[in-house]
């Protein structure tokens, strides 16, 4: 199985959220610099997470972005959902067979169902607020990149530590 990259923009995202939870609401120019999302993109993917209702817009004094409920709540399962706009496990990934995709008539089938139960199952239990504390903070780009510093410019390698004899 593999997520769209937009999945994973908003799992950095919530994580983020989760992390700086007295710091909420959070604006996504905030979060977008700080984990390296193309803020644009960002956006967007906000806007799906707000439809799905996993967060919302506040627009008071302090605006931002706040989870509609805990995120201890919400499964990683719920949020690639949201994001991918399906099931991720419920079709036959041979969805263009005239079989009908049923367990009974296609062993195929069979065996994708059972083998994607486990996956399903460690996704629905593992939530954002899980995710966030078991997993290390890192960026997605550069901070140059990230803040659109200037194209063709020559990257220089980060220094080598060396042992000291």
């Known amino acids: 199985m593999k997520i769209k990259k937009s999945a994973a923009y908003a799992l950095h995202a919530l994580m983020y959220m ?4 007295t ?3 959070a604006t996504t120019a905030t979060i977008a610099k700080a984990e ?3 803020p644009n993109y960002l956006a967007k993917i906000f806007q799906q997470l707000v439809k799905s209702r996993l967060i919302k817009a506040v627009k008071s004094k302090k605006k931002g972005y706040v989870f509609t409920r805990p995120p201890e709540e919400i499964s990683l399962l719920e949020l690639f959902e949201a994001v991918e706009g399906t099931p991720l496990f419920d079709d036959c990934f041979l969805r263009h067979c005239e079989c009908g995709g049923s367990k009974e ?3 195929i089938f069979s065996v994708w169902i059972n083998s994607t139960k486990q996956v399903k199952e460690i996704l629905e239990e593992t939530t954002i607020a899980d995710a ?4 290390p ?3 997605f780009m550069s901070l140059s990149e ?3 510093g200037p194209k063709g410019k020559k990257k220089t390698k ?4 060396g042992t000291i004899s």
């Open 18 to 21: 989760v992390r700086h939870n």
């Open 23 to 25: 710091q909420l609401p």
């Open 36 to 38: 390296g999302i193309p």
């Open 105 to 107: 008539n296609c062993r």
């Open 132 to 135: 966030a504390w078991s997993h």
């Open 137 to 139: 903070e890192h960026r």
């Open 146 to 148: 990230s803040l659109g």
């Open 158 to 161: 980060p220094a080598q530590l």
